[in-house]
């Protein structure tokens, strides 16, 4: 298991009626300066957790175990607000075996302490599921890699057969700077309307499992 990575995540998300469409779109456009180089397809499997007293939430944050073909990752993604339509939070990130509620508590770092944390209290418990096909680009200025985006097609399941599926387009600063990538975002908007994603993944989730958290 490795040392927990922290950063902060500056996201774009919007809604996507036709991912496949708007792929072919994308792939089509010419812009001045940027090129898109398709970089993989991928298939994530997330499970969101917390105790029944929300004491994850409490903190600040959002529990999810990440799988993919390659590893599997616990992070704790703070609950920040979209500024200017960019969404920014702290993220921390480390490598797991599996999702098991004991392998979290006994990670070390910050992850590790706040699962112990909040287990203090009780028990961590499922909340939903989330599975996504991830289709993503390397976004290029100038032949510098500067953002990733992605095409994602959404699945998210809770209790009783409640479900939801999504559509959306991500534009994640990678290299950056911010600013220059927002630009980039901008001249998108002006190509084609797009819709600002009003919740985060986390928020559809609570809303499909119709969870409703305390206040913080």
């Given at each position: 298991?490795?040392?927990?990575?922290?950063?902060?995540?500056?996201?774009?998300?919007?809604?996507?009626?036709d991912v496949d469409a708007f792929e072919r779109w994308l792939a089509a456009l010419r812009f001045a300066h940027w090129s898109l180089e398709a970089a993989s397809?991928?298939?994530?499997?997330?499970?969101?957790?917390?105790?029944a007293d929300w004491r994850v939430w409490g903190e600040g944050f959002a529990l999810r175990v990440r799988r993919n073909d390659a590893r599997t990752e616990a992070s704790l993604k703070a609950l920040g607000r979209a500024r200017r339509g960019a969404a920014r939070r702290r993220e921390i990130a480390a490598r797991v075996r599996d999702a098991r509620p004991a392998t979290l508590r006994a990670l070390g770092g910050p992850v590790g302490a706040a699962v112990r944390r909040a287990t203090a209290s009780g028990r961590l418990r499922r909340l939903f599921a989330v599975r996504t096909r991830r289709h993503t680009f390397t976004l290029r200025h100038d032949g510098r890699a500067v953002a990733e985006i992605a095409l994602d097609r959404t699945g998210i399941t809770a209790g009783r057969g409640r479900s939801r599926r999504l559509e959306r387009l991500e534009v994640e600063v990678k290299?950056?700077?911010?600013?220059?990538?927002?630009?980039?975002?901008?001249?998108?908007?002006?190509?084609?309307?797009?819709?600002?994603?009003?919740?985060?993944?986390?928020?559809?989730?609570?809303?499909?499992a119709r969870l409703l958290p305390p206040p913080r």
């Amino acid at each position: 298991m490795s040392v927990a990575a922290r950063a902060v995540e500056i996201e774009w998300q919007f809604v996507v009626r036709d991912v496949d469409a708007f792929e072919r779109w994308l792939a089509a456009l010419r812009f001045a300066h940027w090129s898109l180089e398709a970089a993989s397809v991928v298939r994530l499997s997330d499970t969101y957790l917390d105790t029944a007293d929300w004491r994850v939430w409490g903190e600040g944050f959002a529990l999810r175990v990440r799988r993919n073909d390659a590893r599997t990752e616990a992070s704790l993604k703070a609950l920040g607000r979209a500024r200017r339509g960019a969404a920014r939070r702290r993220e921390i990130a480390a490598r797991v075996r599996d999702a098991r509620p004991a392998t979290l508590r006994a990670l070390g770092g910050p992850v590790g302490a706040a699962v112990r944390r909040a287990t203090a209290s009780g028990r961590l418990r499922r909340l939903f599921a989330v599975r996504t096909r991830r289709h993503t680009f390397t976004l290029r200025h100038d032949g510098r890699a500067v953002a990733e985006i992605a095409l994602d097609r959404t699945g998210i399941t809770a209790g009783r057969g409640r479900s939801r599926r999504l559509e959306r387009l991500e534009v994640e600063v990678k290299a950056g700077p911010p600013d220059l990538v927002a630009r980039f975002v901008a001249t998108l908007r002006r190509r084609r309307p797009l819709t600002l994603a009003t919740r985060s993944k986390f928020a559809e989730g609570l809303r499909t499992a119709r969870l409703l958290p305390p206040p913080r």
